[in-house]
């Protein structure tokens, strides 16, 4: 009988003090929404610019990840690159490619480095199925 009092009166207290009630039901909402907001998956899409002479290397590219723009000089793209328009430049020549990143965002950093590796890894397979298709 005794408990069953004690109980009662806590509940009451509970009811009457708002502060308490708040922190029981609004700060856990709040902590949710914050780690949601953390933790939610926004994937970043990258802008990366192609500089080639052959158009053959740009088409590929672009036809690998909607993320390449094809670029004829590489002095628009690095205007581009400077003015935050592009996150990511590479400029293949005849038998090297350099990759030139902005810097300033190290997601958009990382986000750039994952499309060309996955663009060059398509590019090498569909490359050596097609010689071993000539062959």
């Given amino acids: 009988m005794r408990i069953r ?7 009451r207290q509970f009811i009457r003090d708002k502060r308490t009630l708040a922190m029981m039901f609004i700060a856990p909402l709040l902590i949710l929404t914050l780690v949601n907001l953390v933790f939610s998956n926004n994937d970043y899409e990258p802008k990366i610019a192609v500089v080639s002479d052959q158009t053959m290397i740009i088409n590929k590219f672009e036809t690998a990840d909607k993320a390449f723009t094809g670029y004829n000089t590489s002095k628009t793209a690095i205007d581009d690159l400077k003015d935050e328009k592009l996150d990511a430049m590479i400029e293949v020549q005849s038998q090297s490619a350099t990759i030139t990143l902005e810097g300033s965002n190290p997601t958009a950093n990382k986000a750039s480095m994952l499309t060309i590796e996955k663009a060059l890894k398509k590019l090498n397979t569909h490359a050596s199925e097609q010689s071993s298709i000539k062959t």
């Fill in 5 to 11: 009092a004690l109980v009662k009166r806590i509940i």
